[in-house]
């Protein structure tokens, strides 16, 4: 029997300081970086702009 292969299962676990660490660095930059550029653009005069 081989020892290079040992018989061992891994199995996974997530806690709430990985998701709130996964949500703070990816989804709450984009949405900022999304929600931003929007927020600016509607509130500028269209007038203005077009000038």
Sequence with gaps: RSVLYPSFQLTPSVDG???????FFTV?????ATIV????TSITDPDLVMR
């Design 17 to 23: 300081l990985q998701l709130a660490t996964l949500f």
């Design 28 to 32: 709450l930059p984009y949405t900022l």
């Design 37 to 40: 550029p929007v927020w600016r």
